[in-house]
């Protein structure tokens, strides 16, 4: 049964009811008008459509680590105040014991690569800075 995850606490829900313990990433993303833009791109940007994103932090948390989605705005922005939406992933434990964030390092650096590489991102939940998940593709 695949489960739907609706909100950031839905999620949160999820990740505590996995058989292995959950770290889960953080990848802050900017909307920006890429380099090249041509034509009526700078217009539609304007209007809130198209140009491209970037990171501009990661994180990851456990779960006891994480309160509320205001919380976690409040603390991004104590960091970057510029961005638009985070991607977040989850990272299973083994044998009961949570990932550490040394573990957590090289799917964050992949998660990071596939935004600047403008990959496949609906593999990831994502939500605009008032917590309404967005969806891609």
Known sequence: MKIKI???????SVARQQPEPQRL??????????????????????SGQGG???P???????????GSFSDLVEESERIEKEWQLV????????DGVVPSSDEAERPLKM?????????????????DREGAPVEFG
């Open 25 to 46: 990433l953080f990848v802050f993303l900017k909307a920006s008008l890429p380099k090249d833009y041509e034509g009526d791109e700078a217009i539609q940007f304007q």
């Open 87 to 94: 991607l977040v992933a989850g990272l299973a434990g083994r």
């Open 52 to 54: 491209e994103l970037r």
């Open 111 to 127: 998660m990071i690569h596939t935004v600047e590489n403008g990959g496949d991102l609906t593999k990831y939940m994502a939500f």
């Open 6 to 12: 609706t909100s950031y606490d839905s999620l949160l």
């Open 56 to 66: 501009v932090m990661c994180v990851d948390k456990i779960l006891d680590e994480l």
